[in-house]
């Protein structure tokens, strides 16, 4: 069955640096864009980056453009969310997401990121 299974994450002080990431199973990895999203409680789930199927090409939400890059290994059916220049508003639950045929959505267990001083 198709499994992301995420690892990362934690506690960081503003200015910091965190790598998530999110190895997949279950699916041919490389036929797949992957995103990253990230939710506040109360707040819908917002779209953080996403990256083409053979990573050449990435796309990131307004919020963390120029701090966050994604990027994925195929042969390791992982991706990563490189998190840089961190601030207390990038507080959340991170989840990767990958959206295979038919529209079927898959979700990693979400990992807690906290920045705060």
């Known amino acids: 069955q198709v499994q992301l299974v995420q690892s990362g994450g934690g506690f960081v002080k503003p200015g910091g640096s965190l790598k998530l990431s999110c190895t997949a199973s279950g699916f041919t990895f490389g036929n797949y864009a992957m995103t990253w999203y990230r939710q506040v409680p109360g707040k819908e789930r917002e779209l953080v980056a996403g990256?083409?199927?053979?990573?050449?090409?990435?796309q990131y939400g307004d919020s963390v453009n120029g701090r966050f890059t994604i990027s994925r290994d195929n042969n390791k059916n992982t991706v990563y969310l490189q998190m840089s220049g961190l601030k207390p508003e990038d507080t959340a639950v991170y989840y990767c997401r990958v959206r295979l045929l038919l529209g079927a959505d898959y979700w990693g267990q979400g990992t807690q990121v906290t920045v705060s001083s």
């Open positions: 990256i083409s199927r053979d990573g050449a090409s990435a």
